[in-house]
Each structure stands twice: as structure tokens, then as C-alpha cells.
Nanobody, 126 residues
Framework: QVQLVESGGGSVQAGGSLRLSCAGP????????MAWFRQVLGKEREMVAG???????TYDDSVKGRFTISLDNAKGTLYLQMNNLKPEDTALYYC????????????????????WGQGTQVTVAS
């Protein structure tokens, strides 16, 4: 069942920018950790960026310096600012939320997150 809702996906040319948003009930954000994942056809879902209440944001090497994850606590909205997009960034992007006690065991593992959105497609043309 979908607990979070992503938005902001679309098609863009290489070098362009997009800003993804993720919203949901307060109990999902109260879990303590949130992250963005992406999945390409035929591959495993991988973590792009993560943010927690007691840790600085982390990024996959492939997006470091280009993507920025942020959380607006007042609005309860998670964002992913994506700049200088590349064709290899093309994927279905998901937001997720989980408890620190679980996420700390493996931030990159989807099994450690309790809530997910249905995904928003990002397509980057060359």
C-alpha cells in the first residue's frame, strides 16, 4: 500500500534540472530517516540519497555534487534537487521512510524502510 507520494518527475534534456518532492502522513516522517531510491529496468533498487535526524545527508557517488536532498520539517516534505542531469540518471525514483534502528543496519537496503511511494519517472535525453 502506498504511504508516500512523489511528484516532480518528467522528461528533460541532458544538463537540465528537476526537483522531486515527497509528501505523506506525519507518522511516516516521524520514523526518523528518509531517502530517495531509483530503479532501472532489470536492476536492483538503489539508494540515491538519504537524510536522518542525527546524521548529515549522504549521497551515492554517481550523484554527488549534482543532487541535493533536503527535508522541510514544517511542511513534512522531502525534496531531491537534481542538477546537471545525465542520461544515466533515467529511472523510476522512489522516496522512503524508516526507523533509525533499522536504517542504521543498512541504509542502502530497501528492506530496512517501512514506507514507500509508488515512484515518479525521470527521463533524461541525450
Amino acid at each position: 500500500q502506498v504511504q508516500l507520494v512523489e511528484s516532480g518527475g518528467g522528461s528533460v534534456q541532458a544538463g537540465g534540472s528537476l526537483r522531486l518532492s515527497c509528501a505523506g502522513p506525519q507518522y511516516t516522517y516521524n520514523q526518523g530517516c528518509m531517502a530517495w531510491f531509483r530503479q532501472v529496468l532489470g536492476k536492483e533498487r538503489e539508494m540515491v540519497a538519504g537524510i536522518g535526524v542525527n546524521a548529515r545527508p549522504t549521497y551515492d557517488d554517481s550523484v554527488k555534487g549534482r543532487f541535493t536532498i533536503s527535508l522541510d520539517n514544517a511542511k513534512g516534505t522531502l525534496y531531491l534537487q537534481m542538477n546537471n542531469l545525465k542520461p544515466e540518471d533515467t529511472a523510476l525514483y522512489y522516496c522512503a521512510a524508516g526507523r533509525p534502528s533499522r536504517v542504521s543496519l543498512g541504509p542502502h537496503l530497501t528492506q530496512n524502510y517501512d514506507y514507500w511511494g509508488q515512484g515518479t519517472q525521470v527521463t533524461v535525453a541525450s
